[in-house]
């Protein structure tokens, strides 16, 4: 039986079995404990789920994560400690130094800094162009090391609403991934995977947190972007990680889990932006 967006609001991401908490538990563990070092092994390798180390993932931060990918209507789904650090991993995750990235220039002002200053001194340059180009402008600014488009469902503060389904559609044509933040709209109001967009961010400090306690982000993936087709142009996710014991992430979690795996794994454990439990009372 299909929920509604209301009960996914309350009951998504979590079933509590008899006798558990009807409330999702705040896990403030910064580890976690098993009997063998065969069992960690399985965990270091990725070849078992479960949590070793709350940098790399924490129930509590899952199951809030589950609750934000099944509104969405994703496959996968992860929190970080805030709005800039998931529009910083979601591009990150697959793209470079020497790579460049399509953006409407209707986005909201921090994160118009973090790519035209910040990732720009690491190699990845962006091209923005206005929510209302026409379809020549926007072709025009595509090149053969684009990586990614980046939009916002409803921009902050100009509240420039993008046409979701039209940037898709340039994105698919060039063999890229259209992400969107949907931080204003939220998927009460808009579920952009619906109009053809790949990737969605939050920041969950704003709608989603509402009564302004906690900063923190999320990064949902939908899981229909084929990154298999494009092996040349995604070598972090086609081709194994020899950072992470040699694990090439498509062929070990396909489609649906590749993505955030990555992110998680590689991004996660590197740069730490993770979010804290104790943040969260979603």
């Known amino acids: 039986m299909s ?36 069992d960690m092994g399985k965990l270091f390798d990725l070849e078992a789920s479960g949590y070793f180390y709350s940098r790399l993932q924490n129930p509590t931060c899952d199951t809030v994560a589950a609750k934000i990918c099944e509104l969405e209507g994703g496959t996968a789904a992860m929190l970080t400690s805030s709005g800039q650090a998931a529009s910083f991993f979601s591009i990150f995750n697959i793209a470079s130094c020497g790579d460049h990235i399509v953006c409407s220039s209707a986005i909201y002002g921090g994160t118009y800094n973090l790519f035209a200053v910040t990732m720009k001194r690491m190699g990845i340059e962006f091209t923005f162009v206005s929510p209302d180009c026409t379809d020549e402008e926007l072709d025009a600014a595509f090149r053969k090391n684009t990586k990614a488009v980046f939009g916002e469902t409803i921009a902050n ?122 943040t969260l009372t979603m």
């Open 157 to 278: 503060p100009a509240l420039a609403v993008l046409d979701i389904e039209r940037f898709a559609n340039a994105a698919h044509a060039h063999g890229v991934p259209l992400i969107i933040d949907n931080t204003f709209a939220t998927p009460v109001n808009c579920r952009p995977f619906e109009w053809g967009a790949d990737i969605v961010t939050h920041s969950t400090t704003k709608y989603m947190d509402g009564h302004g306690s906690g900063v923190g982000g999320c990064i949902v993936d939908s899981g229909n972007f084929d990154w298999t087709r494009y092996p040349d142009k995604f070598p972090g996710l086609c081709t194994p990680d020899e950072s992470y014991h040699g694990v090439t992430y498509t062929e070990r979690f396909g489609l649906a889990g590749a993505y955030i795996t990555k992110a998680t794994a590689q991004l996660m454990r590197d740069f730490g932006s993770i979010q804290s439990p104790k």
């Open 3 to 38: 929920k509604r967006i209301g009960t996914k609001c309350v009951q998504g991401g979590y079933t509590p079995g008899n006798g558990e908490p009807r409330q999702v538990p705040i896990i403030q563990s910064t580890t976690f404990k098993y009997a063998t070092s065969e």
